[in-house]
C-alpha cells in the first residue's frame, strides 16, 4: 500500500517537542513534508541550536514514520532562535537574548562560566557575543586571549572584537592601563554599559553573555533598567558562606522581574586520576540556590586544573580541549541553558518568531 501523506503529517504532528513538550502540529514547526513511494522527507525548525533535543526529536520522527508505514525518513533541522521582548527605545534590538551572568561575590568563577557558556552556544551554532561588564575587574582580555582598541568605522559605533568566532567587547579594551583600578560611580558606569549596549555594533546575535560585576550594584541595575533581560544565570559554589550572597542576587532579580534561568554550580567536585570524586567545598549548594531562586540547576562544573590555566592563557578550556570534562560539563550546560531560554521566553511572551529565516543546525564535532 502507498504511503499516505495525510497519515504521515499527522503521525509526524503528533511527535512532541522535547523543550516545550507541546506537539510539532501545534508549534507548526514541521514543514515541507514531501513522500516519494515509501520514504518521505521532512523539515523540523527547533528554538535553540541545541544538539541533545535535535537528536531526539530526530529520532522520534524517524520511528513515527516506520510506525505508519515508511521505510525511511529523511530529517532536516533547521533552528531559530526565538527572541525577548525589545522595547522601542531597547539600546539593542538585533541582541535577541541578552543573558547576565552574575554571582553574589567575586572569585566563583563568574568570568569562567561566562566565556566558557558563551563558547559552548557558540560552538552549538548560534550567533553569540561576550560583553565584560565586570569594570572593577575586567577579565575577558586575559581569559580569551585578546588586546587592542576597538574601532570606529564611522565616527559612531564602536566594532567589537572578535575571538574564536564571537563578538567581544570589555572596559578592559578601553583602560589606558588594563592593570589600572577602576573607581567609577553612578553616572559613569551608567554611560560605560549605555555605549557597550548601543554603540557597539553588535550586529544580530542570538545570545550575549554578559560578564556582570559580583553582587547587586549599579551595574546590575541600570542593566535591568536599560533592557528587557532574557533571564539571569547564577553562578555559586558548593559551599553555604557563597550561598547568603547568591540569594541577595537572587532577591534583586526577583524584585526587579528578571527571570533566573539557572544556577551553574562550580568547583563542585574534583576526579582524582582515579576517577574518584572529592567534595572539596562541601556539596549541595547548587541544589539549595536553584531551590531559592525556583530555577533549575543547569549543571555542576569541576574543579579542573585545565579550567585555570587555559583560562590564563587566553583559550578558555571549551576551546582549547572540547572533548575535556570540564569543557563537556559547560556545552551540557549550554545546551540546558539554550533549551531553558526557549522555554523562558514561551512562558513570558509565547514564543514571539524572529523576523528572519530559520539556519541550518551544524554538524558538531
Ligand atoms: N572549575 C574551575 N576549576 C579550576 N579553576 C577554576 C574553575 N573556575 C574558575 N577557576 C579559576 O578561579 C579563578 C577565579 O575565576 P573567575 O572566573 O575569574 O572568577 P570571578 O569572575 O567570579 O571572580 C580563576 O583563576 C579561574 O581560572
Ligand atoms: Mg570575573
Redesign the pocket.
Known sequence: MALSREALQTALGNVVDPVLNKSLSTLKTLKDLTVDGDTAKVTVELFSPASGAAETVKRQLVDAARASGASALDVEVIFAVRTRQVASDDPCPEVKNVIPVM?GK????????AANLALALHRAGARVGLLDA?IY?P?VPTMMGIMGRPLSRDGKNIEPLERFGMKIMSIGFLLEDPKQAVVWRGPMIQGALQQFLKDVAWGKLDYLIL?LP?GTGDVSLTLFQRLKVTGAVM?TTPQDVALIDVYKSVSMCQKLNVPILGVVE??SYFLDSAGVRHEIFGRGGGARAAEFAKAPLLGQ?????L??EW??NGTPVVQAQPASP?ALAFRDIGERLADRVTQSLFEQYGGAAPAEAPRRLPILR
Open positions: 554571582s567575586g572569585g566563583v568563577g563568574k568570568s569562567t562560566v565586570d575587574g577579565s560578564d559580583p553562578v562550580n568547583m562544573v569541576p574543579l579542573d586544573a579550567v585555570r583560562g590564563d570540564a
